[in-house]
C-alpha cells in the first residue's frame, strides 16, 4: 500500500509586519515557519493505514524551497518513509491550482493507492490545493474528511459540513483526500525518530509544465485599524434584541 | 458575458450564502445567472427569483444531496454553453469539493476565501486575507476571461426583493458520481472542543461568583453556544481547562464570539481576537475587549443576560 | 515591540523635592535578607531593578542606631562611615541605571529585641512589644526625644553621604514615629501624648529636624500606615492619618501610604490567598484627596491597566511595588516594551515575605528562582548564556514547576533540541490542581508563565499525554535526560513526628484519601465527618479543611504540633486562616498523633501523654497529610536496573534528577533546582551546584599577631 501525503511549510506572522520590496509579498524575516497544522494530521492518518497494513510506503511531497524540508523532516520524524520536495523559481508566491500542476507530476509518478492533503494551509487558507491535485490526477476526491474507512475499491469517509453535520461517503479509491484537524491525534516524533529523519532521503525533482498561474498577488497591506466597536444603545432588552439579531445573521450561513 | 452563480442548498433548503452570492454578483458587470442544480430545482426558483438576478438555469439530476462530480459537470456544462466572467461558488466544505477542480481543469483563474470583490480595467480584483488574517491582499487574474471564486460568507448583505427572472432548463450528462452520498449522521454535542465551535460564550472576571457560572451555563444552551471562559475562571477551578481561551489555553476562531464579562486582557485576546464576529458586554467603557470587538455594550451583563434568555 | 498608548501615563517623569523620578515606578521599602552586611548581593538585588526600569529603589528598613536592632531579622543598618561605604554601592549601581536610592530611616522602639547590640530601646511608652517577646523599652524622657530625633538627623546625613536621594521618616508598621501617633502605644499625659497634636508632635518635629538637615539635598519621605484596624486604640484615618497629612503637607516630598500595623502586617502585604491587588486604593485615595505632595503605595500590582486605573482614578501618583518586583525586577521595562505576556507575575504566596519572618536567610521567590542571587550565582532573570554544549538534545520528563523551568531554561540558553514531556494532558504537575484549593486561584500563574514562555521557544516542544517507562526514556534519543517526575503524598501514614507509618493508613481503601486523590483524581470524601491528619505544618491541611468545611462536611484538623499550619504565621496568612477555619466551625485538634486507623475512628493520644491515652474520633473519612514523598521509581529503575552505563552507551552522556522527585520542598526550590541545572548544565559535573559566592570576611593568619 503506498500513500503520498501533500504537507506545505507555513509561515506565521508575529505581532510585527515589514513587506517585500514589491509589496507582494510579507518579508520573509518576519515570518516563522513549521509544519502545516493540517498536514500533521494528514501524515497520522496515513502512517495510521500503512501501520494497520503491516507494509507499505508513505510517501511526503511537498513544493517549496529548500528551507521547507524542515516541515518535510517533521512528517518524516513522524514515520513517514521518504520525501520528494518540488521546486522551481516560478514557483515563489505560486497559487495552489500551480502548486497542484507542481504535484502532479511527482504524485502521478508515485502511482499511490492514495492521496492526502490537510484541508487547508493556515497561512493562505485557499484550501483548494488537494482538490485541485485530485483533479490533474483524474482521480475522485472528498474535501474536509473527518474519519477514514479503506475498503476494497472504495472507502467510507465523513465529510463534516459547517454546523457538524456529517456526510457519509463512499468513494472510489484510488481518491484524493482533503484531512481536517481532530481526525486523529497525530503522533509525536521522539529525538531520536528526528534526528534519524535527518538521514532520510528527500529527492528534489523540478515541476513541469505550470500553466498561466490562476491568480496573482498584486500587493499585500495592513488592514486598515478599524473604528474599534460598534457600540450597541438602548437598555438591556435593546441590547439584547440586537445581539439575537447579529448572531442570528453570522450563523445561518 | 455573464456572471453564474451557483447555489447552495441543503437537505431541501436553500443555503442563505446563496444570497450572499447574488448580491455579490450584482455588484459586477453583466448580466446574473444563477444555477440551481438539485433533483427537484424548481423546489428552489423562487428563493432564487430576486431583483437583479437575469436568469435562472435548473439543472435536474439524479442525485438528492450534493456530490462534486455531479455539480462539477453540472457547472462544466454550463461554463461551455455560457462562458461566464465569473462562477461564484460559496467557500463551503461543498464548493471546497469541486471548486478548485473546476478551475484546473479548465484552466480558469481562481481565488477562495475572498471577501471583497470589484471590476476594475475590464478585470476582476478581488480581496482575501493571508498569515492568519493578520494581513490582506489584492489579487488579479491576467491571461484569464473566467475566474472562479469561493467568497466568504457574511461578507456580503444577503439579496432581497422580488426578481423577474426568466427560467431556463438546461441538459446535464448523467454524471459519473465517484463520491456519493450515503447517509446524513447528525452533529454530536460531545467532548468539549472549543476551537472547533461556530458560536462561543465566554466568561469572564466580571461574572462575579462561582454561583453565577450557572446563569450563563443555561444562556449558553439556550442560545446554542459552547461555555468558554477567560483565565481566571480556570484558574479558580469554576471551569475545565479545556474550555479557556487564551495564550495559556486555546486559540479559537468561531464565527461568533460573544465575550459577557470579559476585560480583555493581552494574553485572553491572543487567543480570539481572529473571530469571525466578536460582540463584548461588559460595564467598563475602558475595557479592552472593545478594541477587538466588532459590536460592544456598555452594560450591565446580569441584565443583558436575562434579556437574552428571555428571547430564547 | 511598542508600548501601549494607554500605559503612557506610567512613563511620565515626576518631581518628588528636588529630585525627579524618569516615571512612575517605584520600589517600595522592603526585605531581602542582606542589609548593609552583605553589600554586594544587596546592591547587585536592587540594581536589578534598575536595570529592569523603576524609577526609585529603596534598601529595607534601615537602622538608624545599634538601639535599633532587629536581630534576629535581616535589617540595613546605617552606623558608621563603614555602612555608608556598603550601602554606597547600592546607590552607586542604582544610579548607573538613572534610578533614585532611598534610605527607609527605622527605629523599631520595643518592636527590636536588640538580640546583637544587647541596646535598650526607647519608646512612648514603657510596655513591651505585640510583635515581640520579652522586650522592654525605656520610657522616653525630653532628653530621649531629642536625642532620638538626633540619631535620625545623623543618620539622614549617613544616607546623604552614601548617596541616598530619598530619606524616609519611616512610621509604619507600628514603628517608633507612628507609635507616638497611635494610643496603643502612647500612654503619655505630656505634650507628647494625648490630643492629636501631641501625639503628631515627635514625627512632625523629626521631620522638621531631617528637612533642615539634608531637605536640599534629598527628598523627603514619610511611610504612614492609615488604619491599624484596632479600633480608636490604633491608628486611625479621619482622626489622626488625614490631619497629620494636611499638617506635614508642607514638609514632606512624598507620603508612601499603607495600612496595618505590626502584628497582623499581611493586611498590607497582602496574600493572594485573601485579597486581590489594589486593596489599599481606597486609603491611598484618601490621602491623596488631602495631600498636594504625590503619593505613592503598594498594593501587589502586577497589571498595568490597574495601575493606569489607579492614577486616573486619583488614588496614587507613583506605583509602588514589592512583591511583583521581587518576581520580576524587569516589569517596567516589560510594559514599556509592550511585552505584557512575558511578565512574571507575582502570585501573592509570600514565600519571600517568611524568609525575613523566619529571621535571618536572604529571600527567594516561587516565580523569580533568580531572585537573591544576582549577585551570589551571577544570575540574571533576563539573560542567558549560550550554553557551551548546546549542541545536544534534552530530554525533561515531566512538566511539573521543576521540569517546565528547566525546559524553559534551557531553551534560553539555546540546547538544540529540549523535549519537555508529560504524562498528563496538560503542563503544571501539582500546580495544576494546587491552585483549585481555595483562595489560591492566583497560584496557577506559576504554570500560565512557563506555558506561554515555553510556547516561544522554538527550540522546546512540549509533548503531553505521554508516559514514558525506562525503556521510552533510554531510547528517546537524548543526549541529556533530566528526571523531573514529582512527588506524591504518603498514603501510609509515614510522617515527621513517629517516623513511622501509622497502623490502619491506607489511602487505597475508600474512607482514606490523600491530597492527590481529592483535589486530582476526583476521589470522593465519604460521609459527613472527615478528621485531616496534618503533619506537614504549611497550608495543605488547612487548605482541605477550609475546602472540605465549605462544602458541608463537619472537619477535624489534628496536628501533632502546637500549631496549625505554622509556616503560615511566616506567610502572613495565619490569622485570617484562623478566623475562616473558625467561622466554618472547624475543629482544631493540637498536639496529638494518631495511633491508629479504623473504620469509622481515629484513636490518637497527646504527644506529651506519657502514658499515652487514647481518645477516640468519630469519623467517617480520613484525610492523611503526613509528609510527601518522591516519585523516584523511574530514576531508580534507570539508574539502578537499566545502569548508567548502559545509558551511556545509548549516548547519553548526562542524567539527572530534579525537584520533587529528589527531594520533595517548597514549589519555590523546585523551581530553583530546575533553573540551577539549566544554568549549570555546561559545566564540569551539573549534578553538583557551582559554590556560590558567599559574603563573610576572611581573616588572613598574620592578623593573629598582635
Redo the contacts between chains.
Keep these: 500500500m503506498k500513500i503520498v501525503v501533500c504537507v506545505k511549510q507555513v509561515g506565521a506572522l508575529g505581532d510585527e509586519v515589514e513587506f517585500t520590496d514589491d509589496e507582494r509579498d510579507v518579508d520573509p524575516d518576519y515570518l516563522d515557519y513549521a509544519l502545516n497544522e493540517w498536514d500533521s494530521y494528514a501524515t497520522e492518518e496515513a502512517l495510521k493505514l500503512r501501520d494497520a497494513a503491516g507494509d507499505g510506503e508513505v510517501v511526503a511531497v511537498t513544493v517549496g524551497e529548500e528551507d521547507a524540508e524542515d516541515a518535510m523532516r517533521r512528517a518524516l520524524a513522524m514515520g513517514a518513509d521518504r520525501g520528494v520536495r518540488i521546486w522551481s523559481d516560478e514557483l515563489v508566491g505560486a497559487d495552489p491550482i500551480t502548486v497542484a500542476r507542481a504535484l502532479a507530476d511527482v504524485v502521478r509518478s508515485e502511482s499511490p493507492d492514495l492521496v492526502l492533503s490537510g484541508v487547508q494551509s493556515s497561512d493562505a487558507v485557499q484550501a483548494a490545493t488537494g482538490t485541485a491535485l485530485a483533479e490533474l490526477l483524474g482521480l475522485p476526491r472528498v474535501a474536509v474528511v473527518t474519519k477514514l474507512e479503506l475498503g476494497n475499491g472504495t472507502a467510507t469517509v465523513h465529510r463534516e459540513l459547517e454546523g457538524g453535520l456529517i456526510d457519509v461517503v463512499e468513494v472510489d479509491t484510488p481518491a484524493v483526500l482533503t484531512i481536517q484537524t481532530g481526525i486523529n491525534e497525530p503522533r509525536y516524533a521522539t529525538l531520536r525518530a528526528i534526528k534519524q529523519a535527518e538521514q532520510k532521503e528527500i529527492e528534489l525533482r523540478e515541476p513541469g509544465d505550470l500553466g498561466t498561474p490562476a491568480s496573482r498577488v498584486r500587493r499585500m497591506f495592513v488592514p486598515p485599524k478599524g473604528e474599534g466597536a460598534e457600540m450597541l444603545d438602548g437598555d438591556a432588552s435593546a441590547v439584547a434584541q440586537r445581539i439575537k439579531e447579529l448572531v442570528d445573521e453570522r450563523m445561518k450561513s | 458575458m455573464s456572471v453564474l452563480v451557483v447555489a447552495e442548498h ?1 437537505r431541501g433548503e436553500l ?3 446563496t444570497l ?1 452570492l447574488i448580491s455579490a454578483a450584482k455588484s459586477l458587470d453583466g448580466p446574473v445567472a444563477v444555477a440551481v442544480i438539485a433533483k427537484d430545482p424548481g423546489a428552489l426558483t423562487d428563493a432564487v427569483n430576486l431583483e437583479g438576478v437575469d436568469e435562472i438555469l435548473t439543472v435536474q439530476v439524479e442525485q438528492e ?5 455531479v455539480y462539477q459537470q453540472a457547472v462544466e456544462q454550463l461554463v461551455a454553453e455560457r462562458s461566464p466572467r465569473a462562477i461564484l461558488l ?5 464548493s ?10 479548465l ?7 475572498v471577501f471583497a470583490v470589484r471590476e476594475e480595467g475590464g478585470g476582476l ?2 480581496e482575501r ?4 488574517a ?11 476571461d473566467s475566474v472562479v471564486l ?1 467568497l466568504r ?2 461578507s456580503w448583505q444577503p439579496a432581497e426583493g422580488a426578481g423577474s427572472a426568466s427560467v431556463t432548463a438546461v441538459q446535464a450528462p448523467s454524471a459519473t458520481s ?11 454535542a460531545g467532548d468539549v ?1 472549543i476551537t ?1 465551535a ?2 462561543l460564550l465566554s466568561v469572564g472576571r466580571g461574572i462575579g461568583d462561582k454561583e453565577n457560572l450557572e446563569q450563563f451555563e443555561e444562556l449558553a444552551e439556550s ?2 453556544a459552547t461555555l468558554s471562559s477567560s ?2 475562571l ?4 469554576w471551569v475545565p ?1 479545556a474550555r479557556q481561551v487564551g ?2 489555553g486555546k486559540t479559537v476562531k468561531p ?2 464570539y ?1 465575550a459577557l464579562g470579559i ?1 480583555g ?3 485572553h485576546l ?1 487567543g480570539m481576537k481572529t473571530s ?6 461588559n460595564n467598563d467603557p475602558e475595557a ?1 475587549i ?2 477587538v ?8 451583563l446580569f ?2 443576560a ?3 434568555e ?3 | 515591540m511598542a508600548r501601549d498608548p494607554r500605559h503612557d501615563i506610567l512613563f511620565e517623569p515626576i518631581q518628588i523635592g528636588p529630585k525627579t523620578m524618569k516615571n512612575r515606578f517605584y520600589q517600595i521599602p522592603h526585605c531581602n535578607g542582606f542589609g548593609s552586611e552583605k553589600p554586594m548581593s544587596q546592591a547587585y538585588f536592587r540594581a536589578m531593578k534598575a536595570e529592569g526600569g523603576y524609577a526609585a529603589v529603596c534598601t529595607e528598613y534601615c537602622s538608624i542606631h545599634p538601639e535599633s536592632d532587629d536581630t534576629h531579622r535581616v535589617s540595613a543598618r546605617l552606623w558608621d562611615d563603614d555602612d555608608i561605604k556598603n550601602l554606597g554601592f547600592m546607590c552607586d549601581m542604582l544610579h548607573e541605571h538613572g534610578a533614585l536610592a532611598a534610605a527607609e530611616l527605622w527605629y523599631g522602639g520595643p518592636h527590636a529585641p536588640c538580640m546583637e547590640t544587647r541596646c535598650v530601646p526607647r519608646a512612648p511608652s514603657q510596655i513591651p512589644s505585640d510583635f515581640e517577646h520579652l522586650t522592654y523599652p525605656k520610657e522616653m524622657d525630653k532628653d530621649d526625644i531629642r536625642m532620638v530625633q538626633g540619631f535620625y538627623v545623623e543618620a539622614a546625613k549617613r544616607a546623604r553621604e552614601a548617596g541616598f536621594d530619598i530619606v524616609y521618616v519611616y512610621g509604619s508598621h507600628s514603628y517608633l514615629p507612628q507609635q507616638f501617633l497611635t494610643p496603643y502605644y502612647n500612654r503619655r499625659t505630656d505634650e507628647y501624648g494625648g490630643s492629636f497634636e501631641n501625639r503628631a508632635r515627635f514625627w512632625r518635629e523629626t521631620i522638621e529636624q531631617v528637612r533642615d538637615a539634608v531637605g536640599d539635598d534629598c527628598a523627603i519621605a514619610v511611610r504612614m500606615s492609615t488604619d491599624m484596624f484596632m479600633g480608636e486604640a490604633g491608628t486611625q484615618l479621619e482622626r489622626d492619618c488625614l490631619p497629620f497629612v494636611e499638617m506635614c503637607d508642607e514638609i514632606v516630598d512624598v507620603w508612601d501610604i499603607n495600612v496595618s500595623g505590626i502584628s497582623e502586617w499581611g493586611e498590607d502585604a497582602t496574600p493572594s490567598r485573601f485579597y486581590e491587588s489594589g486593596r489599599m486604593l481606597p486609603w491611598q485615595k484618601a490621602v491623596k484627596s488631602v495631600a498636594k505632595k504625590p503619593v505613592l503605595g503598594v498594593g501587589r500590582f502586577t497589571n498595568p491597566d490597574l495601575m493606569v486605573e489607579a492614577i486616573e482614578s486619583g488614588s496614587l501618583d507613583i506605583i509602588a511595588t514589592c512583591r511583583p518586583s521581587i518576581s520580576d525586577p524587569w516589569l517596567p521595562r516589560k510594559i514599556d516594551e509592550g511585552r505584557l505576556d512575558d511578565i512574571r507575575e507575582c502570585i501573592g504566596c509570600n514565600i519571600c515575605i517568611s524568609r525575613w519572618e523566619i529571621g535571618g536567610p536572604p529571600l527567594i521567590c516561587t516565580q523569580n528562582a533568580t531572585a537573591g542571587e544576582e549577585y551570589r550565582r551571577g544570575w540574571h532573570p533576563e539573560k542567558f548564556e549560550e550554553a557551551e554544549n548546546a549542541d545536544n538534545d534534552v530530554l525533561v520528563v515531566g512538566a511539573g514547576p521543576a521540569g517546565m523551568e528547566c525546559a524553559m531554561v534551557l531553551g534560553k540558553r539555546g540546547m538544540r533540541r529540549v523535549h519537555l514531556v508529560e504524562a498528563k494532558d496538560d503542563m503544571g504537575g501539582i500546580m495544576r490542581w494546587i491552585p483549585q484549593l481555595p483562595g489560591l486561584g492566583e497560584w496557577a500563574r506559576v504554570v500560565n508563565y512557563r506555558k506561554i514562555q515555553i510556547d516561544k521557544l522554538k527550540n522546546v516542544e512540549f509533548i503531553p499525554s505521554t508516559e514514558l517507562d525506562a525503556a521510552g526514556v533510554k531510547e528517546y534519543g537524548a543526549e541529556i535526560v533530566v528526571v523531573a517526575t514529582g512527588g506524591y503524598w504518603a498514603t501510609d501514614g509515614l510522617n515527621g513526628c513517629t517516623h513511622d507509618t501509622i497502623p490502619g493508613a491506607d489511602s487505597s481503601l475508600p474512607w482514606q484519601l490523600t491530597p492527590e486523590q481529592i483535589m486530582d483524581e476526583g476521589k470522593e470524601v465519604p460521609g459527613e465527618r472527615v478528621v485531616i491528619l496534618d503533619n506537614d505544618g504549611y497550608y495543605m491541611g488547612v487548605s482541605l479543611a477550609e475546602k472540605l468545611a465549605s462544602e458541608g462536611k463537619k472537619v477535624t484538623l489534628m496536628t501533632h504540633l502546637g500549631h496549625i499550619a505554622p509556616y503560615m504565621h511566616f506567610t502572613l496568612e495565619a490569622p485570617n486562616q484562623h478566623r475562616i477555619l473558625h467561622r466554618l466551625g472547624v475543629e482544631i485538634v493540637t498536639y496529638h498523633m494518631p495511633t491508629k486507623f479504623e473504620e469509622g475512628r481515629v484513636l490518637a493520644s497527646h504527644v506529651y501523654d506519657e502514658h499515652g491515652h487514647e481518645h477516640e474520633f468519630e469519623t467517617d473519612a480520613v484525610v492523611l497529610v503526613t509528609q510527601r514523598r518522591s516519585n523516584e521509581a523511574l530514576y531508580r529503575e534507570l539508574k539502578d536496573t537499566v545502569g548508567l552505563d548502559a545509558l551511556t552507551s545509548e549516548g547519553i552522556s548526562g542524567f539527572y534528577r530534579i525537584g520533587d522527585c529528589e527531594a520533595p520542598r517548597l514549589t519555590a526550590d523546585a523551581i530553583f533546582s530546575g533553573h540551577r541545572l539549566a544554568r549549570e548544565i555546561d559545566t564540569d559535573n551539573p549534578e553538583v551546584p557551582l559554590p556560590f559566592k558567599r559574603e563573610r570576611r576572611v581573616v588572613e593568619r598574620e592578623a593573629l599577631a598582635v
Excluded: C
Design positions: 441543503l443555503r442563505p450564502v450572499e444531496e450534493f456530490e462534486n462530480d460559496g467557500f463551503t466544505v461543498g471546497m469539493g469541486y471548486g478548485p477542480a473546476l478551475a484546473a481543469k484552466g480558469l483563474g481562481f481565488a477562495s476565501d480584483i478581488a486575507s493571508f498569515y492568519g493578520k494581513v490582506n491582499g489584492e489579487l488579479e487574474f491576467p491571461g484569464h469561493l460568507p457574511t465517484r463520491a456519493r452520498h450515503k447517509d446524513w449522521v447528525e452533529a454530536q472542543d472547533t461556530d458560536f442560545m446554542g483565565r481566571p480556570v484558574d479558580a477551578g481547562g495564550q495559556s464565527k461568533v460573544l476585560s486582557a493581552v494574553q491572543a469571525g464576529t466578536i460582540i463584548a458586554v479592552a472593545f478594541n470587538a466588532h459590536y460592544g455594550a456598555v452594560a450591565d441584565e443583558v436575562e434579556e437574552l428571555k428571547l430564547y
